[in-house]
């Protein structure tokens, strides 16, 4: 699997434990979303994955899991003892990498840039891919939102944002956006038994956990 640098990584602690478990999680076939330190339950330690192609299981969330403790219990970034907790992407994921806003084209997302750009720096909308434009990489938005009827003359206009400036993107929860992950889920895995039912849509937007107890002497 080729390895796929990501947009939007992490700071300071956060930063120590990707560098630590990325190479790993990798080395299974997996890619790393994000890594995450919380003073959730004492302190715990999100680690979201997901597979090169096809769905995540709860399998695959605990060969992640047996796989980077005895790294981090080697390496030690955290002296405390904490609660490690290896999750899938869900359905509304974050988008971390180049791929992901081409892979999401047509669906509602949200971001947040590190820059003010036309007086704010949080935007949502329809995700309209990637372009380049005089040496910058942008992704588009195509805004979505509810206006009045005065509001109506003036047609909202497509925005294009540089990815150097991204700071956080997630993708929005719809049916859409759940139905799309569904198709995508079974072309990538024929078997795989699906059907429209709500549980099992549910099921597939809320993703797969694993958790942990580590304690550090």
């Known amino acids: 699997m080729a390895h796929e640098p990501r947009i ?9 434990i990707a560098a630590i478990v990325e190479p790993v999680i990798e080395d299974l076939g997996y ?3 994000r890594v995450r330190v919380s003073g959730q339950n004492g302190m715990t330690v ?3 994955a997901e597979r090169a192609q096809g769905l995540m299981t ?7 899991s047996k796989a980077v403790s005895p790294e981090l219990d080697v390496r030690d970034p ?6 490690l907790e290896v999750s899938t992407a ?3 994921r974050p988008l971390v990498r180049l791929s992901d806003f081409e892979r999401w084209i047509g669906h509602q997302t949200k971001v947040e840039m590190t820059i003010t750009i036309d007086g704010q720096r949080r935007f949502r909308g329809l995700l ?4 380049t434009e005089n040496g910058e990489t942008e992704f588009g938005l195509r805004p979505t939102e509810k206006r009045s009827k005065k509001s109506l003359a003036a047609p909202l206009k497509d ?7 991204l700071a956080d993107a997630n993708l929005i929860m719809t049916d859409e956006l759940v139905d799309a992950a569904r198709k995508m889920a079974l072309a990538e895995n024929p078997d795989m038994e699906l059907d429209s039912n709500k549980d099992q849509k549910a099921d597939l937007a809320e993703g797969q956990t694993i958790e942990i107890d580590i304690e550090n002497d």
Not at 128 to 131: A, F, N, T
């Open 58 to 64: 709860v399998h695959d969330c605990e060969l992640i």
């Open 78 to 83: 955290i002296t405390a003892a904490y609660h």
């Open 31 to 33: 890619k790393l979303v």
């Open 128 to 131: 309209l891919g990637v372009r």
């Open 46 to 48: 999100q680690i979201m």
């Open 90 to 92: 869900g359905v509304d």
């Open 8 to 16: 939007i990584t992490e700071t300071g602690l956060d930063a120590r």
């Open 159 to 165: 925005i294009w944002l540089p990815l150097s400036s």
